[in-house]
């Protein structure tokens, strides 16, 4: 979701979630909306806080300024490394938990299968990603560099 801070990573977007909240409108206060979405059932993570995105300045600044936040993408696939290192050492300093992702909006190896999160506890369904990231043990990952050549379908360059 748009946030004015930056980008979140919604999960546990359930009909109670969809009757209170428009996730379409751009700009949602990014102070606040993690809260409320966690208020609502479903999980919000700051994506990519160092690059192009507020949230990593303002929670260096002071964590209680987002309210709500427990989670940040730690990896971020298409991050310099130094931006996903600022994010590991942001979440250590306050104890946040990191996810990683690749930030792949179409199938390519250059933005597919860069980051990951690796949980402990098997996901079968959205409820037990939103019990995971809640409650479960997880940690971010890089993986290895690939080819793209095990990509399903045209991949593009």
């Known amino acids: 979701m748009d946030t004015n801070l930056g980008h979140l990573l919604v999960y546990g977007l359930s009909e ?9 409108k751009r700009m949602h206060d ?26 990593g ?6 964590l ?12 971020n696939g298409q991050n310099r490394p130094e931006d996903n290192q ?7 300093r306050y104890g ?13 190896h250059k933005w597919f299968l860069t980051c990951a999160t690796v949980f402990e506890e098997p996901i079968a369904s959205a409820a037990d990603l939103v019990e995971a990231l809640r409650y479960g043990t997880y940690r971010p990952l890089v993986l290895p560099a690939a ?5 399903p379908g045209p991949v593009l360059p």
Not at 102 to 108: E, G, K, M, R, V
């Open 57 to 62: 300045t303002v929670l260096e600044r002071n």
């Open 30 to 55: 990014g102070r606040r909306l993690i809260a409320e979405l966690d208020r609502l059932g479903a999980v919000a993570v700051p994506a990519h806080p160092f690059r192009e995105s507020a949230f």
């Open 16 to 24: 109670r979630v969809l009757a209170h909240v428009d996730i379409g």
């Open 86 to 92: 600022r994010a590991l050492a942001l979440a250590e």
């Open 96 to 108: 946040l938990r990191c996810v990683g992702g690749s930030d792949a909006h179409y199938l390519s």
């Open 64 to 75: 209680a300024e987002v309210a709500g936040v427990r989670i940040i993408e730690g990896y």
């Open 147 to 151: 080819d793209g050549a095990d990509l």
